[in-house]
Every structure is written in C-alpha cells, then in structure tokens.
C-alpha cells in the first residue's frame, strides 16, 4: 500500500496506508464515535465536504451490503445512491470480512467510487486534536514529502463557505407512495395522508420511515417553493453544513408558517436548526460537533432520557427562541438544543436521528407522535 498523509490547516500531520482510490482530496475533518455503521454513514449526505475519522479502531470486518436500489427506488441498505464522505480515516483497516449481507470489500467500494481512504493512523491522537482544537480543514495527500501548499491543496475553502445542501438536494420532485401494508398502529389512517419533504440531504430510512407509516412522501429540492402544492404536512430533512446557507428554504419555511392554514410539521437534525431559524431563532457552530451512536438527550420537562445518534456540526441558541416556541430535547453532555416545538401548533423538530440506521432506536416512536398529529389535523 502507498504512504499517506493527513495534513490539518494548523501543521498537524498524521502518516499512514492508502486503502481506498489514490487520489488527494481535502475536506473539513470530523470524528464519529460509533462501533458500527461506516457504510451508512459514508453514504449519508450530511458528511459531503468532510473527511471522517472513525474512532472506533476496527473498521472494514463485516464488509459493504448491496449498494443497489429497492422498492420505491430507494437505496436497499445505504443512505444514499453514493458515499458523499470525501475521505476515510481509520486506525486498522481490516482487508478480511464476514457478514452474512456482505457483497463486497470497504477497500473495493472505496475504489470504485473513488473516495481516498487511510489506515494506520492514531485516531485516539487525531481525535483529541480535534476536541481540543475544534475541527478544521485537512487534506490527504499521497506524495512523499508534502509541501505546505502542496498536493491536494487547490480546494482550500472554508467548509462553512459552501452551500453543501444545494450540491446533495434531489433536483427534480420526486414521489413515494406508501407501503401498501400498513403497521395495526398506522392502519387507520384514511385517506392517504400526503406529507412534502424538504430535501436538504435526506437519508433514506427517513422516507422508509414516513411511506411505512401510510404516508405519501412528496420530495423536493432544498430551495422548491412547496407551499404551491396540496399536502397535509410538511417534514424537514437532515443536510450536511451552515444553516445560514440555507436562506431560500428558510424564507419558505416561514411563509408555510404564517399560512392561514395550519398544517403539523417536522424536523431531522438540519431541519430543527431551520424550523428554528424561520421562526427567528439564531443557530451557531458546535466545536467539534455530536457525531456518535451514544448521545445521551433528556426531553425537556420530564425525566426521561434517550440515547440517540446523530451528525451535526452546528447547533440551534435557545436563548433566541421567541417566546411562542420553546427547546423540546437538552443534550446530557454540553447542554446544547436537541429539539423545539411550538407552544401550541404542531410543529416538533428534533436534533438528532428518530429514524436510527445504523444506531438506537429509542426514538423512532417520534414519527408516530408526527402520524398522530396529521390525523389529528384532519
């Protein structure tokens, strides 16, 4: 295997083995603390700009499932159509696997969608760098001596700079009809609900979880004016960087507010900080970010708590909230927003994954609270 480098913005470099395409890249440089779940995560379009560094020490054991495409055109297990990652770190690349559902190797489903990839670096070192310096920008290059502005340095933007949403939005309306065996819990919903989804980046077990409840799932681009379509609620999906970028959605968001007509609405993790944003709040970038299977959310008000998984870098300011709103989940560990709602519509968003693919699944019952209000609203 050929010598590799991760070089961060601040110097740091970390010497390791290419296993994935051979090629130099740079990305921001993220962490994930999770054991399992590298090819739903490698495919999950809130990563795109970002090279992922995975804690875990063995990645690559139980290999890649089938990549192809299902029922309702769906990935059957990824995330995505492709990996939007711009990079793989890990510290043991396993070249040997074994799992029941594998079809093929990490290193060969690297290759082929020619994403770089290294093995042999220190994560734990890698990681504290991060913790204690924030993430930043990196670049991974595959010659032997780098120069500072060297390899793989043409694309030096700052990550918050670019409308990474706009690059992974679907671009064109797209429909899913839903399961045709509906759950006993979702069964008597009649007629067919009809919900448009805000396309931001979404991750298919989103949908999966919305058309096996009995409810027809609308598809649209990050900046489709929805509010010209007949539905009966409106759902905001999870996307990867700055909410900030997303003033087009935004503005959208907000006229479906203010509409005479009041209709229940939902948010994912990019979806709760542009609920928050439409309705006046601020949001602002996280250190490093939550990016884990094991992150520990109370709800707000009670004392229950869930262990969640989640991907995000930035984070909604609940001392903006306007007084007709209020934080609906709190993280255990910093004390950061996991969710809103409003005080007496029903619109609920939360900063985590409900829909859990791979992670926990404590929380996958907020899409029934999300089927109830549509019935609810007639």
Same mark, same amino acid.
């Given at each position: 295997?050929?010598?590799?480098?991760?070089?961060?913005e601040?110097?740091?470099?970390?010497?390791?083995w290419s296993?994935g395409?051979?090629?130099p890249?740079?990305?921001?440089?993220?962490?994930?603390?999770?054991?399992?779940?590298?090819?739903?995560?490698?495919?999950?379009?809130?990563?795109?700009?970002?090279?992922?560094?995975?804690?875990?020490?063995?990645i690559?054991?139980?290999?890649?499932?089938?990549?192809?495409?299902?029922?309702?055109?769906?990935?059957?297990?990824?995330?995505?159509?492709?990996?939007?990652?711009?990079?793989?770190?890990v510290?043991?690349?396993?070249?040997?696997?074994?799992?029941?559902?594998?079809?093929?190797?990490?290193?060969?489903?690297?290759?082929?969608?020619?994403?770089?990839?290294?093995?042999?670096?220190?994560t734990?070192?890698?990681?504290?760098?991060?913790?204690?310096?924030?993430?930043?920008?990196?670049?991974?290059?595959?010659?032997?001596?780098?120069?500072?502005n060297?390899?793989?340095?043409?694309?030096?933007?700052?990550?918050?700079?670019?409308?990474?949403?706009?690059?992974?939005?679907?671009?064109?309306?797209?429909?899913?009809?839903?399961?045709?065996?509906?759950?006993?819990?979702?069964?008597?919903?009649?007629?067919?609900?009809?919900?448009?989804l805000?396309?931001?980046?979404?991750?298919?077990?989103?949908?999966?979880?919305?058309?096996?409840?009995?409810? @027809?799932?609308?598809?649209? %681009?990050? $900046?489709?004016? +929805?509010?010209?379509? /007949? !539905?009966?609620?409106?759902?905001?999906? #999870? &996307?990867?960087?700055?909410?900030?970028?997303?003033?087009?959605?935004?503005?959208?968001?907000?006229?479906f507010?203010?509409?005479?007509?009041?209709?229940?609405?939902?948010g994912?993790?990019?979806?709760?900080?542009?609920?928050a944003?439409?309705?006046?709040?601020k949001?602002?970038?996280?250190?490093?970010?939550?990016?884990?299977?094991?992150?520990?959310?109370q709800?707000?008000?009670?004392?229950?708590?869930?262990?969640?998984?989640?991907?995000?870098?930035?984070?909604?300011?609940?001392?903006?909230?306007?007084?007709?709103?209020?934080?609906?989940?709190?993280?255990?560990?910093?004390?950061?927003?996991?969710?809103?709602?409003?005080?007496?519509?029903?619109?609920?968003?939360?900063?985590?994954?409900? @829909?859990?693919?791979?992670? %926990?699944? $404590?929380?996958? +019952?907020?899409?029934? /609270? !999300?089927?109830?209000?549509?019935?609810? #609203? &007639?």
């Amino acid at each position: 295997m050929k010598i590799a480098r991760l070089i961060l913005e601040d110097g740091c470099q970390f010497v390791g083995w290419s296993f994935g395409y051979d090629a130099p890249t740079t990305g921001e440089v993220v962490f994930n603390t999770a054991m399992t779940g590298y090819p739903e995560s490698l495919t999950d379009p809130s990563y795109a700009g970002q090279i992922l560094v995975t804690t875990f020490p063995l990645i690559g054991n139980y290999g890649v499932p089938d990549t192809g495409l299902g029922k309702n055109g769906l990935p059957l297990f990824m995330e995505s159509e492709k990996i939007h990652a711009k990079a793989l770190v890990v510290a043991d690349y396993s070249e040997t696997y074994s799992h029941w559902n594998a079809k093929e190797s990490l290193a060969s489903w690297l290759k082929r969608e020619k994403i770089p990839a290294i093995t042999g670096i220190d994560t734990r070192r890698l990681t504290k760098v991060l913790r204690e310096s924030g993430v930043m920008m990196g670049r991974i290059s595959l010659t032997p001596d780098p120069s500072p502005n060297g390899e793989g340095s043409e694309d030096t933007q700052d990550y918050g700079s670019v409308n990474w949403v706009e690059q992974v939005s679907c671009k064109e309306v797209i429909t899913y009809k839903a399961d045709s065996i509906l759950s006993p819990l979702t069964s008597h919903l009649s007629p067919l609900k009809r919900v448009v989804l805000v396309d931001c980046g979404v991750k298919a077990n989103i949908i999966r979880c919305l058309i096996k409840r009995g409810i @027809e799932v609308v598809r649209v %681009p990050w $900046d489709y004016d +929805f509010n010209q379509l /007949e !539905f009966d609620g409106l759902f905001l999906a #999870n &996307g990867p960087g700055d909410p900030e970028q997303c003033s087009k959605t935004v503005a959208n968001i907000q006229t479906f507010l203010n509409n005479e007509t009041i209709r229940p609405c939902m948010g994912i993790c990019l979806g709760n900080q542009l609920l928050a944003r439409a309705a006046g709040a601020k949001t602002y970038k996280l250190k490093y970010g939550h990016r884990s299977h094991n992150q520990p959310v109370q709800k707000v008000g009670t004392t229950q708590c869930f262990i969640t998984s989640q991907n995000h870098g930035y984070a909604v300011d609940d001392s903006t909230l306007p007084s007709d709103w209020e934080p609906l989940f709190v993280n255990m560990n910093d004390g950061s927003n996991e969710g809103i709602r409003h005080k007496t519509n029903p619109w609920m968003s939360a900063q985590f994954h409900p @829909e859990a693919c791979s992670g %926990p699944v $404590d929380t996958e +019952f907020l899409f029934d /609270e !999300f089927t109830k209000m549509l019935e609810k #609203n &007639g």
